[in-house]
């Protein structure tokens, strides 16, 4: 890799297991790093065998405390992440949860946001109002965190055409994108809209949300 930034190492290591409301579970390894650039708790969870096939799948995962936690219907967060494990899994890989709330603007600005977006506002237009990025996130320390795993070439799991091109930016291996499956319903639809409006996510809108 070649981005100007310190080399993170892994911290801990530990097997968890993981369990989901709809009765999936799996085993992962959770791990920890020290030295990552933006000084954040960022985790990583090991599914699967990430050797087993020579391309291991990676997903870039922002935290989403309302939606993957209290399963919010605003977003489609926790669905996503709930589809990924599983997928990384069978295939082998790696999940990087971000400490990035609301695409990197924190929780409390999340919410704020979420007030403005009640008053007509889209979710990115509703992020400029408050004086703050439409997407604030970066993702060298995902790099650094691929890094310090020892994982190559992989495929990412991801609609955001931005994840992979700042990865490549920053000399990472991305082989080629994998798209995740689409979690539209006719709370989020607004949301999914703006998301391939306004940075083309690549996401196939059912007809109720045209």
Request: charged content about 20%; proline content about 4%.
């Amino acid at each position: 890799m070649d981005f100007a930034t310190a080399t993170a190492a892994i911290r801990t290591r530990v097997t968890i297991p993981l369990s989901f409301v709809d009765g999936y579970e799996t085993t992962a390894e959770a791990v920890t790093f020290k030295g990552l650039a933006d000084g954040a708790e960022h985790l990583a969870l090991v599914l699967g065998d990430p050797g087993r096939t020579g391309t291991p799948l990676v997903r870039l995962h922002s935290e989403c405390l309302t939606g993957d936690v209290f399963g919010s219907a605003r977003c489609d967060c926790g669905p996503q992440l709930r589809e990924a494990v599983e997928r990384i899994a069978s295939q082998g890989g790696v999940l990087l949860y971000l400490r990035q709330e609301g695409r990197g603007i924190g929780l409390y600005n999340k919410l704020d946001a979420y007030a403005l977006q009640d008053d007509g506002l889209d979710t990115y237009e509703a992020n400029t109002a408050l004086g703050l990025p439409e997407d604030g996130r970066d993702y060298t320390a995902a790099a650094q965190m691929l890094e310090a795993l020892g994982i190559g070439s992989f495929d990412l799991l991801t609609n955001n055409p931005d994840k992979a091109r700042q990865l490549r930016d920053l000399g990472v291996d991305v082989a080629r994108t994998v798209p995740t499956g689409v979690f539209a319903t006719h709370s989020n639809t607004r949301y999914l809209s703006a998301k391939v409006r306004h940075t083309a996510h690549t996401i196939a809108l059912p007809e109720f949300a045209a």
